[in-house]
């Protein structure tokens, strides 16, 4: 029985910088196949760094097809307008994959750390460890772009189980 390949797009929504990686999942195999990040001009009114993101981001998706992608959920810190500002860049993150087509998971940030590190509250330098533990051939270019490949690997250990729910409350 061959196994399925499936391109998974990890993005890590930020307003000034949203990570994305590329890994490919193979069975159990995970391979690393690009990453990066998109930037806003801090310059320009909101909306128009929403733009730049969502253009960006869309030319990445188009460039790389992936064949599904996950989002790091918000995490809500004590500046509401900081906050406010983050939900609104990923409200572009799970746009644009939905627009192309593309299934959209959504992760909390304790779960991505559980899954990647095995600890929930795990520092960044350990998931940008284990990253590369994961992903040999992986050389993140930011820390943007590793927490996006460690969102990449929570979905590809958790996209079994979710494909597996939703047939289940189908049926």
């Not at 690393?32 to 909101?46: F, K, R």
């Not at 790389?64 to 993150?93: C, H, M, Y």
């Not at 998971?105 to 600890?119: C, D, F, L, S």
Request: hydrophobic share 45%; with cysteine.
């Amino acid at each position: 029985m061959a196994l399925s390949t499936v391109r998974i797009i990890g993005i890590d929504p930020g307003l000034r910088r949203t990570g994305w990686g590329l890994i490919i999942c193979e069975g159990s195999r995970l391979s690393h196949v690009a990453d990066g990040v998109v930037t806003s001009d801090q310059a320009l009114t909101l909306a128009e760094r929403l733009v730049q993101l969502k253009v960006q981001l869309a030319q990445v998706v188009a460039e790389w097809r992936p064949d599904e992608a996950a989002v790091e959920e918000t995490f809500v810190n004590s500046d509401p307008r900081a906050t406010l500002k983050l939900g609104q860049a990923r409200g572009i993150a799970l746009l644009v994959p939905a627009e192309a087509g593309i299934p959209v998971a959504e992760y909390a940030p304790n779960q991505i750390k559980k899954t990647v590190v095995g600890a929930g509250h795990a520092e960044k330098e350990q998931i940008h460890h284990m990253v590369k533990v994961l992903l040999p051939r992986a050389q993140p270019k930011s820390a943007d772009a590793a927490d996006a490949l460690a969102i990449a690997i929570c979905h590809a250990h958790h996209r079994g189980a979710q494909s597996l729910a939703k047939r289940l409350a189908r049926s």
